[in-house]
Structures are given as structure tokens and as C-alpha cells.
């Protein structure tokens, strides 16, 4: 009889660098949303990736960087708390860039609570010239005694299935936590609510999409599995936002609902009937009651 394997592991890094997008390439399945814009992930993510005796669960957290607001320091708080208590961390970095200030704050927590990681350096396709990735391997080897560094494209997906076998080294003998089919421990409604989400960060101006929210009010299984009823309310901080949002005639927000739908039906594999509403929420990012109403853990708030 084969023996199980398990590992935890934080994936971290700067905003916008693909952390997110490295975690559904590897899953083969989009479970964490992504846009081109920064600190689109909020909360601690969990993916759950098994390849036969082997169990990886990965844990994709919020870029880290300077908060502006409450919500802003709940997300870097729960970047540090991920560092912690976890078998191996896995530092995404871009492999045109040099460790700044966050790859280096990140580094020195590795060493502190002595902690194995692997180092991806991300978007080599945009690299004409391979080169170069010669200086960014020696600068981050001079900081750190990563046990690999692998260059990657989570755009094409080249160098992933050579990163998938550095991290299977950081699994130990034990239990797999999750079922071998499992692909994430967040609910359907959450899965839901950031699909919406992501459209409206891939779709509005840029003050827009940091201050909005999704909160899904109702998720239901039609009894003969047909269809699933989804209604979710969008919370934006200004009346302003609101119309952006819903735009001339409805336009935005019909938009915003019609790629939300064709996500959400690729991803639960049956038709969906999704109802959209905008509401104002003042500068709900500051608020605590507000933030612990949509989800946020209330202990980060107290």
C-alpha cells in the first residue's frame, strides 16, 4: 500500500505578479480570480492540487503591500499570518525584475521562522532575450537559499509542470486533508461573488474596482439540477461608482452579468440565472461592521 503525502503551501509575492494566475494553471481550473490591476485577491484562497499519493494544498494571499485603509491591512495581515505555520512557501517574483523591497521583507520572514521555499519567476514569455534571467537567479540565490528557482509562464503555462515537481518535494509522509477531488475549501457563493467581482475589475475605470464588493444573497440548485438561481448585490463607495457601474441604459452592469454568467457556467457545468443590484456602502473599506458583514474575518477588525 502507497503512503500519502501532504504540504501546505503560501503562495506569496508582490501585487500583480501572477500569483493567482500560477494557482489555476496549476489546477488546471480558475478558482482564484485575475485582472491586470493590483491586489485583486482579497482573502486567503485555498487549492487543493493531488496528483496520486501527493497532496498539495496551496494557500494564494493578497500581494503585500503599503494599506491605505482597513481593508488594506487585513490583507497584509493575512499575508504574514499565511507565512506562518505552513511547510513551504512559494515566492512569485518577475523574472525581469530585481528583489525590491517586498521579495526582500518577504525573504527575511523565510529565514526567521525557517521556512523552505521555491522561488517562480514569472512571465518569461514576455523575455526576448533568456539571458537575463541569469542576474535575477544570482540576486535572489544571494538573498535566500531557495531549495529551487524555476522560471515560469503562467500565461503559456511552460515551466509549471517542472515547478509542480520541485513543490512535491516539500510534501511529508501524512493524510491528505482534503478529498483527491477537491479544488478549493471556498464555498459556491464565494466562488460566485468573485467571478462577479472579476468582471467588474476587467470592465470599469480604475477608481472603480477597489471599492467594490460582492456579496452573493441567494444560491440555489433548481430541484431537477437544471439551473442554479444566483442573486448577488454589488456595494460601491460613492453614488457616482453606482452609475459607472450600471452605465447608460443598464449597458455596464448587463455586461458585467453577462460574462459573470458564461464564467459561472463553464465553471458548475450548468445554466445559471443570475440577478444583479448595486448599492452605496460610504467608504466601506473603513468600516469594520461593513467589512465583517461581507466576509472579512471580524477577529482582523477588533
Not at 105 to 130: G, T, W
Request: net charge neutral; aromatic share 6%.
Amino acid at each position: 500500500m502507497s503512503t500519502q503525502k501532504s504540504a501546505f503551501i503560501a503562495i506569496v509575492g508582490r501585487p500583480n505578479v501572477g500569483k493567482s494566475s500560477i494557482l489555476n494553471r496549476i489546477l488546471g481550473q480558475k478558482i482564484a480570480i485575475v485582472s491586470s490591476k493590483p491586489q485583486t485577491t482579497r482573502n486567503r484562497i485555498i487549492g487543493v492540487y493531488t496528483h496520486g499519493d501527493t497532496q498539495l494544498v496551496f494557500i494564494d494571499t493578497p500581494g503585500l503591500h503599503k494599506p491605505h485603509n482597513s481593508l488594506g491591512e487585513y490583507m497584509v495581515r493575512s499575508v504574514k499570518e499565511s507565512v506562518g505555520g505552513v511547510d513551504a512557501c512559494l515566492l512569485v517574483a518577475e523574472c525581469d525584475r530585481l528583489p525590491g523591497d517586498t521579495e526582500k521583507q518577504l525573504m527575511e520572514r523565510f529565514k526567521a521562522q525557517h521556512i523552505p521555499a521555491v522561488l517562480a519567476l514569472n512571465k518569461i514569455d514576455r523575455l526576448s532575450d533568456k539571458s537575463v534571467l541569469m542576474e535575477k537567479l544570482a540576486a535572489y540565490s544571494a538573498e535566500y537559499d531557495f531549495d529551487d528557482i524555476v522560471p515560469v509562464s503562467a500565461q503559456s503555462g511552460s515551466g509549471i509542470n517542472d515547478l509542480l515537481a520541485s513543490l512535491e518535494k516539500q510534501a511529508d509522509e501524512g493524510m491528505h486533508f482534503f478529498d483527491d477531488d477537491a479544488l478549493t475549501d471556498q464555498p459556491d457563493r464565494v466562488l460566485a461573488g468573485e467571478i462577479v467581482r472579476e468582471k467588474i475589475l476587467r470592465l470599469t475605470d480604475k477608481e472603480i474596482p477597489h471599492g467594490a464588493a460582492v456579496v452573493v444573497e441567494r444560491f440555489k440548485t433548481r430541484e431537477d439540477g437544471s439551473m442554479i438561481d444566483v442573486d448577488a448585490t454589488i456595494y460601491c463607495e460613492r453614488p457616482g461608482h453606482k452609475g459607472i457601474i450600471i452605465g447608460k441604459n443598464g449597458a455596464m452592469l448587463k455586461k458585467i452579468g453577462t460574462y459573470a454568467r458564461e464564467d459561472m457556467e463553464r465553471f458548475f457545468g450548468c445554466k445559471i440565472n443570475l440577478h444583479l443590484w448595486v448599492k452605496v456602502k460610504e467608504n466601506w473599506r473603513d468600516r469594520a461592521d461593513i467589512l465583517r458583514s461581507l466576509g472579512f474575518d471580524p477577529a482582523n477588525f477588533d
